[in-house]
């Protein structure tokens, strides 16, 4: 069974999102668009979900899932009892509603080590403070053609440039990202050998 904080730190973990109280119920949105949102009781959870697939979700395990209320039915919606809900199975419904909200660049995010997405998103936020315990003091930064070395460098490169598009590759070292890579793309109408 899972539990709120677990939740808590799962959406929390994932870029863009921000935790909000609107009438005393927690929601977790992308700007402003919530793709997750606690009953008032914190006992449910409901969830962006498509449309088109959440019958076949709610018949598959009834006892688990339902359907939001008739005025929200409009919505890619559904929404699951918590206590019944492993950890494993709220962290993917959480992740696969984040990606329904995000643009797609940011749809691996969640499958490279921790602390990259945190990273970005504090790149993303332009917050130095939250970014520099992120890194590792000897970082190796290759984007596409820019390839840096040292978390000051990289720092000083990051504020004097728009935020980047989130890595292809990270290897955390210490609990710190000691490499990021974003690969240069092909051009188009040449073969890479």
């Known amino acids: 069974m899972t539990t709120v904080e677990v ?10 999102t921000r935790e909000v109280f609107v009438r005393d119920r927690r929601k977790f949105r992308v700007g402003q668009i919530v ?22 979700l709610v018949a598959s395990e009834p006892e688990t899932y339902f359907l939001p209320g008739r005025s929200d039915l409009r919505f890619h919606w559904v929404c699951a ?10 962290r993917e419904l959480l992740v696969d509603g984040w990606r ?21 998103d504090a790149i993303d936020r ?10 590792h003091p000897y970082l190796h930064w290759h984007d596409r053609d820019v390839a840096l070395r040292g978390r000051s460098h990289v ?4 504020a004097d440039h728009p935020t980047p598009r ?8 210490d609990g710190q990202v000691y ?5 240069l793309l092909p051009r188009p109408g040449v073969r890479n050998r």
């Open 7 to 16: 939740v808590r730190a799962v959406g929390l973990g994932l870029p863009r």
């Open 35 to 56: 793709y997750a949102a606690f009953a008032a009781d914190e006992r449910t959870l409901g969830f962006a979900f498509p449309k088109d697939e959440r019958d076949w």
């Open 81 to 90: 009892h918590l206590d019944r809900l492993d950890d494993e199975m709220m």
């Open 100 to 120: 329904m909200v995000v643009p797609r660049m940011l749809h691996g995010m969640p499958d490279l080590p921790a602390p990259a997405a945190q990273a970005w």
């Open 126 to 135: 332009r917050d130095w403070a939250d970014l520099r315990p992120l890194l």
């Open 155 to 158: 720092m000083a490169h990051l």
């Open 166 to 173: 989130p890595p292809d590759e990270v290897e955390v070292r």
């Open 179 to 183: 490499r990021w890579v974003r690969r």
